[in-house]
């Protein structure tokens, strides 16, 4: 069964750090561009980041720049997020999502509380 | 950066009812539009990509159209389990990626 779980999620200071995971199954991971998408309390969804196959590449939404790091461990299928220097506005469900430009795989969520 | 106007931001429909979503793009996007189910709790489906093309395993009452700057995603004949917030995407500028505000489906 193709499958990405997520995890690393939980509550945070401002100011604070989180690493996220993303464990995948099912499929050839180091095949496929993948992506973290997050959706705050009651809104959209935004893209945050996204990592070609090889780690070679890497991109992120304006909000996110010089905070957070995307990175990928093909050895283990896994597929992570570093963030630094949270702020509240990072309150959201994180997703990770096999990137085939749509995103055509996704895991269930986790999410992160960034609050005081 | 491509900004993506989704029209309207929710809609009351009934059982049975034809039922149509527009996107917008600021920019000429070819057809690298997306478009995705969401139900409360759950993470996104993805139900259309390259603005016309259904991904596996979508019923066919769901079917999209455009390309350009304009965008639909066309629910022909609508189910209880269609009811939930619809998001589209475009990829035109990919890597870098947005999506529309969502249109959320309620029950009339």
């Known amino acids: 069964e193709v499958q990405l779980v997520e995890s690393g999620g939980g509550l945070v200071q401002p100011g604070g750090s989180l690493r996220l995971s993303c464990a995948a199954s099912g499929f050839t991971f180091s095949s496929y561009w993948m992506s973290w998408v997050r959706q705050a309390p009651g809104k959209g969804l935004e893209w945050v980041a996204n990592?070609?196959?090889?780690?070679?590449?890497?991109y992120y939404v304006d909000s996110v720049k010089g905070r957070f790091t995307i990175s990928r461990d093909n050895a283990k299928n896994s597929l992570y997020l570093q963030m630094n220097s949270l702020r509240a506005e990072d309150t959201a469900v994180y997703y990770c999502a096999r990137d085939t430009r749509a995103f055509d795989i996704w895991g269930q969520g986790t999410m992160v509380t960034v609050s005081s | 950066a491509i900004r993506i106007t989704q029209s309207p931001s929710s809609l009351s429909a009934s059982t049975g009812d034809r039922v149509t979503i527009t996107c917008r793009a600021s920019q000429g996007i070819s057809s690298y539009l997306a478009w995705y189910q969401q139900k409360p709790g759950k993470a996104p489906k993805l139900l259309i990509y390259?603005?016309?093309t259904l991904q596996s395993g979508v019923p066919s009452r769901f079917s999209g159209s455009g390309s350009g700057t304009d965008f639909t995603l066309t629910i022909s004949c609508l189910q209880s389990e269609d009811f939930a917030t619809y998001y589209c995407?475009?990829?035109?500028?990919?890597?870098?990626?947005?999506f529309g505000q969502g249109t959320r489906l309620e029950i009339k």
């Open positions: 990592i070609k196959q090889d780690g070679s590449e890497k």
């Open positions: 390259a603005a016309s």
């Open positions: 995407q475009q990829y035109y500028s990919y890597p870098l990626i947005t």
